[in-house]
């Protein structure tokens, strides 16, 4: 039977990223979005929180950690620099080398908007008692401290 296990962990495991995908970040996130008056999508919100937690990095970093093709990077960055959310600036040691900043601008939007998707996933869980947001919340956090160990 113990045999069994990683099995049926490879099955839950598979099934909650497209879960996640439709009902947190497709519905919420892209419903608070739509209110702005900024043209961004999530994939510029997902690198501005990068920016915002790593502080200055290389677009192909960014990249890595979000999982973005090189090509796609290079039109979300420009639209974000457009927008004046993120700037570029040349690396000290390389001038070729072209890194990442977050404005005080995206600073600003990122704050704002990051309150608004969590009151709406906190009106999105409101439904649920408190016996299983408590449960929810644990497994989340049990979810996420397994995941950093693979």
């Known amino acids: 039977m113990g045999s069994d296990i990683p099995g049926k962990v490879a099955v839950?495991?598979?099934?909650?990223?497209?879960?996640?995908?439709?009902?947190?970040?497709?519905?919420?996130?892209?419903?608070?979005?739509?209110?702005?008056?900024?043209?961004?999508?999530?994939?510029?919100?997902?690198?501005?929180?990068?920016?915002k937690e790593e502080g200055t990095l290389h677009p192909a970093e960014i990249g890595t950690k979000l999982h973005i093709a090189k090509a796609q990077m290079t039109h979300l960055i420009d639209k974000l620099v457009e927008l004046e959310l993120v700037e570029r600036s040349f690396g000290e040691s390389d001038r070729r080398t072209i890194n990442i900043t977050l404005t005080d601008k995206g600073r600003n939007f990122l704050e704002k908007h990051e309150n608004i998707i969590f009151n709406a996933v906190g009106e999105y869980i409101s439904d649920l008692d408190e016996s299983e947001l408590e449960t929810l919340s644990t497994s989340l956090r049990n979810l996420r401290d397994i995941l950093l160990k693979l």
């Open 12 to 51: 839950d495991l598979l099934s909650i990223p497209p879960l996640v995908f439709r009902i947190i970040r497709s519905k919420l996130i892209n419903i608070t979005l739509a209110d702005t008056d900024i043209d961004v999508r999530l994939p510029h919100i997902e690198i501005m929180t990068v920016l």
